[in-house]
């Protein structure tokens, strides 16, 4: 599988971006889907993640309430819509794909959970 991440911009403080993630391939709709971000001498953390059917979606509560994360599986895509910007969501976003079986709630928030990862997309909040 093969992760192209998009959508991510410059944004003030209350303000919404949406990211896409266009995965390649016919075996996405198997595959459990998240969206991490990093800052600059940080660790990778979880931002949301969502099962291979969409049926079952987990947050970070740093995120919970603001971001939805969606997908579809006839455009092999998923996405990331994120309301209610905050200058601490400043941060390059990854989209990552999964075995069903990994992504759950007890362990879908484990960069090891995940396979495959997309290049980064930067997501940038201003105050």
């Known amino acids: 599988v093969q992760l192209q991440a998009s959508g991510g911009g410059l944004v003030q403080a209350g303000g919404s971006l949406r990211l896409s993630c266009a995965a390649s391939?016919?075996?996405?709709?198997?595959?459990?889907m998240g969206w991490f971000r990093q800052s600059p001498g940080k660790e990778r953390e979880f931002v949301a993640a969502?099962?291979?059917?969409?049926?079952?979606?987990y947050y970070a509560d740093s995120v919970k309430g603001r971001f939805t994360i969606s997908r579809d599986n006839a455009k092999n895509t998923v996405y990331l819509q994120m309301n209610s910007l905050k200058p601490e969501d400043t941060a390059v976003y990854y989209c990552?794909?999964?075995?069903?079986?990994?992504?759950?709630?007890?362990?879908?928030?484990?960069?090891?959970?995940?396979?495959?990862w997309g290049q980064g997309t930067q997501v940038t909040v201003s105050s």
């Open positions: 969502i099962s291979y059917s969409g049926g079952s979606t």
């Open positions: 990552a794909a999964g075995r069903t079986s990994k992504i759950i709630a007890s362990t879908g928030h484990f960069v090891s959970s995940y396979d495959y």
């Open positions: 391939g016919r075996t996405f709709s198997s595959y459990g």
